[in-house]
């Protein structure tokens, strides 16, 4: 049994200013890499550039991460990072910049072919990384984890080693104040997902387990807002603690089916993640249930729900647009995704056969 979480935590309304000592122990240039509008719209890239500022430290901007960033993308920061000789990276946004900021550090320093970054460790060691998410429910901020798109594949693919956890991350729910309620449901919903498949996996432990109940917990908390849109600063200081928690969670134990499931939703169909994985989790825990209904049970009851019927009235309510499928995809889908890794992770042996049944109920 082991843990491992290295990333230093501030947390709160107005961290970064008032822990704007921070960054000068990171060096003297840093690159801040983002997407498009979050940062911005959220008032972190202000917030951060003001720091920098105070403290003499220069900046180059990387704010071109797609969503669901491909390696070529995260390449070509990479190499601005190189050009520009900065000693660290920022990162703010949703997951795709925090996982793209994790690629960018390892390309940065190391000669090495796109692809390469998925053979794990390299010779030299990424750039530190301060991570500011404006989405609560990749938990980025506290994984090793990057998941990339790799169109050659067809897929997402991650690659993690122990430095690519970031070094320091800030947790300010103001961040996530702009966001759409699409959005905050679609990243609560991978929040949730992550919880889940963190405890029902083959490599759950009591410390993962802490962390993972605690979320399910505070998402449990946060349901109702959900479901009514009605989300004040208090739920989203929930959900943003919630996501960090089940990130912790996932950090020590790896996802399961429904990721790995969910990737070709989001690749050729264009589902958002937290989508692609909440049309999944019913079917999910289903699986689990007759694997091991107790837990199944207990982990509802931390959610506040009665069982599998009410859990998936409320995933239904949240995501109600699931006929996405043709019998074609399903069973391509099925096919695809039971030689992915995590599957192994899974608390009853899933069969091809299963994972088809989980994509037929999406079929139109
Ligand atoms: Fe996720």
Redesign the pocket.
């Known amino acids: 049994m082991s843990f491992f979480m290295p990333t230093k935590l501030y947390s709160g309304r107005d961290c970064i200013k008032n822990n704007a000592s921070v960054f000068s122990a990171f060096g003297k240039k840093a690159l801040i890499v983002t997407g498009r509008t979050s940062a911005k719209a959220s008032g972190a890239l202000d917030d951060i550039i003001s720091v920098l500022q105070k403290d003499n430290i220069a900046y180059d901007i990387f704010d071109k991460v797609l969503n669901n960033p491909t390696v070529e993308n995260c390449y070509e920061g990479g190499m601005l990072a190189k050009k520009s000789n900065v000693d660290f990276i920022v990162a703010i946004g949703g ?1 795709s910049p925090l996982d793209a900021s994790k690629a960018i550090a390892m390309y940065a320093t190391n000669d090495i072919e796109p692809l390469d970054i998925f053979l794990g460790e390299q010779k030299n060691k990424p750039l530190s990384i301060i991570a500011v998410p404006t989405t609560a ?3 980025s901020e506290v994984t090793q984890y990057s ?1 990339l798109t790799v169109d050659s594949e067809e897929t997402k693919k991650s690659f993690s080693t122990n430095d690519t956890f970031a070094t320091v991350a800030f947790l300010d729910a103001r961040y996530t104040e702009s966001l759409p309620l699409g959005i905050t449901i679609d990243t609560a919903v ?1 929040a949730l ?2 919880s889940l498949e963190s405890i029902l996996n083959k490599r759950t432990n009591k410390f993962s387990e802490l962390y993972a109940k605690e979320a399910l917990k505070l998402i449990g908390k946060a349901i109702p807002a959900l479901i009514s849109g009605d989300i004040t600063f208090e739920i989203r200081e929930i959900l943003l603690l919630a996501s960090m928690y089940a990130g912790v969670s996932i950090a020590q134990t790896g ?1 399961t089916v429904v ?1 790995s499931m969910g990737y070709p939703l989001t690749y050729y169909k264009g589902l958002t ?2 989508n692609a ?1 909440g049309l999944l989790l019913s079917s999910f825990l289903e699986g689990c249930d007759k694997a091991n209904h107790s837990l199944v049970n207990e982990l509802l009851g931390y959610l506040g729900l009665e069982d599998l019927n009410e859990f998936d009235e409320v995933l239904k309510k949240l995501m109600p647009n699931r006929n996405i499928l043709t019998n074609e995809e399903a069973k391509k889908f099925a096919s695809k995704t039971i030689k992915a890794k995590n599957v192994a992770s899974c608390i009853w042996d899933i069969t091809e056969a299963e994972e088809y049944s989980f994509f037929a109920k999406l079929t139109k």
């Open positions: 997951g429910g990749t938990g998941v991978d997902s992550h996802t990721h993640h937290g994985n």
